[in-house]
């Protein structure tokens, strides 16, 4: 049985799956029932100083579902907490007492001021806690004030109170980075340079999430008035995938523990991201959707799918997709993939020839020998895949890859070596020249 027990950062774990800052760590109820569900950690919803923030008594959250109402984004206008620092305190320190197996890192906020921080982290220290998260990445409320993503999009500060924490804390300390930035690799570098032990991403994103026609306001509204929020759940994914190979890649951060935060819903989310080198998986909008008990599937699932491929434990497939990612000048132009229709599966729908015909290469015969058949016409195809993505039936649209015979598309043999842009002859920049057979 595959074992999915976790020491990052020297905080050990029974499994990688955390609970993220959120409303769902917000108090000892929450936390406790969640470790009794099976959650492997936690991250205490954000602390900042005392009097604590007030918060709107009203919609904190907006939605956007698919058409069958599954949950697929969710924005958030909450703060952070808004109880008094000792008693999130207090029940930090009586949870961590109760369940002591458990990873417990405590998320703070607070002004961007060294006394701020060398005043707030003793105490959170004597709690017995793990490890503390720096929140440099909420888009919304405590951003106007100069904290969250205000300190996020700025390295130098990102650096500068990473190091303030290093000095006044023996706890490990991770910056959790907004992705309301151009490149995240440079707040990355920057608290790898303040001695930051690791960092967690991403953030939610600043959105708003649609506009009410009638009240001619965003939505949600708070007496008719709406604001911007963070963005998160399943539909972020793709975006916190990117942003954590970024850093998981780069010559600078390549080897800095990540904790990966952003839709992760499924065990096959959480196997991605820790494939793409994450120590830990943090989870907020499944929980919310679902309930705590989610975690059983995600646990059950990520151990089968463990045993199938014949891991033991996590290490042993940690990172292995970080050396494929690449850059778009280093793929292979030479590689060749062309669309194939499976006759059997086909519900002759037609999805494909529309979206092909319209948007694409005109590259599918609606009609072969007067009946109507859809069929991949290769002189046409550039193997760009958007049929197969747009076909209702799983797997009856496959690309395969072409290494016999030539291109009628190109005139090209399929059996090319290997070759990218940087030295195609069409690449202004290229300093080695190929033949363009």
């Known amino acids: 049985m595959a074992d ?28 406790t029932r969640a470790f009794k569900a099976g959650w492997g950690g936690v991250v205490w919803k954000t602390l900042g100083e005392d009097p604590p923030v007030v918060n709107v008594s009203g919609p904190r959250y907006g939605a956007i579902h698919g058409a069958d109402r599954r949950l697929i984004g969710l924005n958030n206008i909450e703060l952070i907490t808004d109880r008094p620092l000792a008693i999130n305190l207090q029940e930090i320190k009586q949870v961590k007492r109760e369940f002591p197996d458990r990873a417990m890192v405590v998320s703070i906020m607070v002004p961007c001021e060294e006394k701020s921080w060398a005043h707030i982290l003793p105490m959170i220290e004597e709690t017995g806690a793990d490890g503390i998260e720096l929140n440099f990445g909420c888009p919304h409320g405590m951003s106007e004030r100069g904290m969250g993503s205000a300190v996020g999009q700025v390295p130098e500060y990102i650096e500068m109170v990473a190091r303030w924490c290093k000095h006044y804390t023996r706890m490990p300390v991770i910056v959790k980075l907004t992705p309301n930035i151009t490149d995240i690799r440079r707040p990355a570098r920057a608290a790898k340079a303040g001695g930051a032990d690791a960092v967690s991403l991403i953030n939610t994103i600043n959105s708003v999430m649609g506009v009410d026609l009638d009240r001619m306001c965003p939505s949600p509204h708070v007496d008719g008035k709406g604001t911007h929020g963070g963005y998160c759940g399943p539909a972020v994914k793709p975006i916190a995938l990117s942003m954590v190979s970024e850093i998981a890649r780069d010559a600078e951060t390549q080897g800095l523990p990540i904790s990966a935060i952003g839709g992760i819903t499924t065990w096959r989310d959480a196997a991605e991201f820790i494939a793409m080198g994450a120590g830990t998986v943090q989870v907020c909008t499944a929980a919310m959707t679902y309930g705590f008990k989610i975690v059983e599937e995600m646990i059950t699932g990520l151990k089968s799918w463990m045993d199938a491929k014949g891991y033991a434990s996590l290490d042993e497939f940690r990172g292995r997709a970080v050396g494929n990612t690449t850059d778009w000048q280093y793929l292979n132009l030479n590689y060749v993939v062309k669309a194939r229709i499976d006759q059997d599966l086909c519900i002759k729908c037609g999805r494909c020839h529309i979206v092909c015909e319209d948007t694409s290469h005109q590259a599918i015969w609606p009609i072969v020998d007067g009946v109507r058949k859809f069929v991949v016409n290769d002189a046409e195809c550039v193997g760009c895949n958007l049929c197969a993505d747009v076909c209702p039936v799983e797997g009856c649209i496959t690309m395969e890859h072409q290494t016999e015979g030539t291109d009628p598309r190109t005139g090209l043999r399929y059996d090319r070596p290997y070759a990218n842009w940087t030295t195609h002859p069409n690449n202004p920049a290229s300093t080695v020249k190929i033949a363009a057979e």
């Open 4 to 31: 999915l027990s976790t020491n990052f950062l020297g905080i050990k774990s029974p499994n990688p799956f955390w609970l993220a800052s959120a409303p769902p760590t917000d108090r000892y109820v929450n936390v």
